[in-house]
């Protein structure tokens, strides 16, 4: 039995903590706001208002500089994240709104009913906008609490007035109210969030809060108003960020720190309309609506006290499609039945700053039109129109206006030019070539508008019964 013993202690501090995580399986938190733009917390740049327990995420644990959402807008990047499928693979595309009849298909797997099969406790706290109708809605897809918004603050006809008289605050799957007080959306999601830990805390369980800020239109509670040199954005911003320290006090509190990977990240870039009332996507290129990195590149942060090297910044692609296969085999959890375009990035997380990233490429959509692709240090963009601000942007609560643009077929060396300024398509043109053949590729699988061709590896959306 003493050789059994020592063997077994042997094996353990051989194999290390980092492999037998399925044993002991991580709580995990997704903290997921909305157009929140790469520069938009303290650790990637932000100025004029400050995100200390954001920050804290970063010095306890990992920056990633080139971390990538599906598409630019609100379903279609939730979709991604949670499905770990790209969002035209699974016909959500766009920004769903209150007449669709459409939604997440009974027959895909979300990240909550993936971990549900090893016994994680589920909830949702925030914006879905994943189909409003009720058999769309988070309790039909792995979760066991959800309190929030079905889809944005400000769904036309209403956009981009502040009030909109419709707009369902949804508890489950009932109605509690119409026309919220949007003021108290960020805290009681925080509040609800505490509460899910300490009723949880002896077992595991996947917290995701979904912030409704800092869309537009802006709100913030009276103990954050007037707080920052930014004004309204900034302090939207430092209510959110004191939200993250609202879960972090309850984790330590509670003792459940070491237990916990906890993820901040954002749904899509700045809508840059909206001038003071938006983010900054600098040093990037443009903002959400398009594929440029202003769009699709976004701040994420994560910590997972002795398992993620603290203090560390990595710039390997991943992207959100990544998460659902990434604490699957953290948790030991089999991965869904249907194909998934995802991939394990546990490494990406846990191990060296500098490694490989895990896919051969990363593709942008604009809804079925393939915009882009990411090898390495490489993007190729493909000739698309795409909108850009038309002089001067909005101001304080209003948009300033869009115009088309079109691109030429143009590549550009990330590492050495961040903004997508300089097309060196010319200088490389066996970088255009392997790109191009990658896209061809994936054409064949997920299909191309702009090319006019179907992929045979799309599947429908949810349709609504009513």
Same mark, same amino acid.
């Given at each position: 039995?003493?050789?059994? %013993?020592?063997?077994?202690?042997?094996?353990?501090?051989?194999?290390?903590?980092?492999?037998?995580? %399925?044993?002991?399986?991580?709580?995990?938190?997704?903290?997921?706001?909305?157009?929140?733009?790469?520069?938009?917390?303290?650790?990637?740049?932000?100025?004029?208002?400050?995100?200390?327990?954001?920050?804290?995420?970063?010095?306890?644990?990992?920056?990633?500089?080139?971390?990538?959402?599906?598409?630019?807008?609100?379903?279609?990047?939730?979709?991604?994240?949670?499905?770990?499928?790209?969002?035209?693979?699974?016909?959500?595309?766009?920004?769903?709104?209150?007449?669709?009849?459409?939604?997440?298909?009974?027959?895909?797997?979300?990240?909550?009913?993936?971990?549900?099969?090893?016994?994680?406790?589920?909830?949702?706290?925030?914006?879905?906008?994943?189909?409003?109708?009720?058999?769309?809605?988070?309790?039909?897809?792995?979760?066991?609490?959800?309190?929030?918004?079905?889809?944005?603050?400000?769904?036309?006809?209403?956009?981009?007035?502040?009030?909109?008289?419709?707009?369902?605050?949804?508890?489950? +799957?009932?109605?509690?109210?119409?026309?919220?007080?949007?003021?108290?959306?960020?805290?009681?999601?925080?509040?609800?969030?505490?509460?899910?830990?300490?009723?949880?805390?002896?077992?595991?369980?996947?917290?995701?809060?979904?912030? %409704?800020?800092?869309?537009?239109?802006?709100?913030?509670?009276?103990?954050? %108003?007037?707080?920052?040199?930014?004004?309204?954005?900034?302090?939207?911003?430092?209510?959110?960020?004191?939200?993250?320290?609202?879960?972090?006090?309850?984790?330590?509190?509670?003792?459940?720190?070491?237990?916990?990977?906890?993820?901040?990240?954002?749904?899509?870039?700045?809508?840059?309309?909206?001038?003071?009332?938006?983010?900054?996507?600098?040093?990037?290129?443009?903002?959400?609506?398009?594929?440029?990195?202003?769009?699709?590149?976004?701040?994420?942060?994560?910590?997972?006290?002795?398992?993620?090297?603290?203090?560390?910044?990595?710039?390997?692609?991943?992207?959100?499609?990544?998460?659902?296969?990434?604490?699957?085999?953290?948790?030991?959890?089999?991965?869904?039945?249907?194909?998934?375009?995802?991939?394990?990035?546990?490494?990406?997380?846990?191990?060296?700053?500098?490694?490989?990233?895990?896919?051969?490429?990363?593709?942008?959509?604009?809804?079925?039109?393939?915009?882009?692709?990411?090898?390495?240090?490489?993007?190729?963009?493909?000739?698309?129109?795409?909108?850009?601000?038309?002089?001067?942007?909005?101001?304080?609560?209003?948009?300033?206006?869009?115009?088309? +643009?079109?691109?030429?077929?143009?590549?550009?060396?990330?590492?050495?030019?961040?903004?997508?300024?300089?097309?060196?398509?010319?200088?490389?043109?066996?970088?255009?070539?392997?790109?191009?053949?990658?896209?061809? +590729?994936?054409?064949?699988?997920?299909?191309?508008?702009?090319?006019?061709?179907?992929?045979?590896?799309?599947?429908?959306?949810?349709?609504?019964?009513?």
């Amino acid at each position: 039995m003493r050789f059994v %013993a020592s063997l077994a202690m042997v094996l353990a501090l051989t194999i290390g903590p980092r492999l037998l995580v %399925a044993q002991t399986p991580p709580n995990v938190v997704i903290v997921f706001a909305d157009d929140l733009a790469y520069a938009d917390i303290g650790c990637f740049g932000a100025q004029g208002y400050q995100t200390p327990h954001i920050d804290r995420l970063a010095k306890e644990g990992r920056r990633f500089t080139d971390f990538y959402v599906t598409q630019a807008v609100c379903s279609a990047s939730r979709a991604g994240l949670l499905t770990g499928c790209y969002p035209n693979r699974i016909g959500i595309n766009g920004a769903l709104g209150p007449a669709s009849q459409i939604g997440i298909h009974a027959d895909e797997t979300t990240i909550a009913e993936t971990l549900k099969t090893k016994g994680y406790a589920t909830a949702i706290y925030g914006k879905w906008h994943l189909g409003h109708l009720p058999e769309f809605l988070p309790q039909r897809h792995g979760f066991d609490d959800y309190f929030g918004l079905p889809y944005s603050n400000d769904m036309w006809p209403h956009h981009p007035t502040a009030k909109f008289p419709d707009l369902p605050l949804v508890s489950g +799957e009932e109605t509690v109210a119409l026309n919220p007080d949007q003021t108290q959306l960020t805290t009681c999601y925080a509040e609800h969030a505490v509460k899910f830990i300490e009723t949880n805390r002896d077992k595991p369980f996947f917290l995701y809060v979904a912030h %409704a800020m800092p869309h537009v239109p802006l709100f913030v509670s009276d103990k954050f %108003a007037g707080k920052t040199k930014r004004g309204l954005f900034g302090d939207v911003v430092e209510e959110i960020d004191w939200s993250v320290g609202q879960i972090l006090e309850a984790l330590e509190r509670l003792k459940l720190d070491d237990r916990t990977l906890v993820i901040f990240t954002s749904d899509n870039g700045p809508w840059l309309s909206y001038g003071n009332h938006a983010g900054s996507a600098a040093p990037l290129r443009e903002g959400k609506g398009t594929a440029w990195d202003g769009g699709v590149r976004v701040p994420c942060v994560a910590r997972w006290p002795g398992k993620i090297p603290a203090g560390t910044v990595s710039s390997t692609p991943w992207m959100t499609i990544d998460v659902l296969p990434t604490v699957a085999k953290l948790a030991g959890a089999p991965l869904p039945p249907k194909r998934i375009d995802g991939v394990d990035a546990s490494d990406v997380l846990l191990g060296s700053v500098n490694g490989p990233s895990p896919h051969e490429s990363l593709l942008f959509y604009w809804g079925n039109e393939l915009h882009a692709i990411r090898n390495g240090r490489w993007k190729l963009h493909f000739p698309h129109t795409y909108r850009t601000l038309d002089g001067e942007p909005g101001k304080d609560g209003q948009p300033g206006p869009y115009r088309q +643009e079109k691109t030429e077929l143009a590549l550009y060396d990330l590492v050495e030019d961040i903004g997508e300024s300089r097309n060196v398509a010319n200088e490389h043109g066996d970088v255009v070539r392997m790109l191009t053949s990658l896209a061809d +590729e994936a054409r064949k699988d997920l299909g191309d508008q702009l090319t006019k061709q179907i992929g045979k590896g799309v599947r429908e959306p949810g349709r609504g019964k009513e």
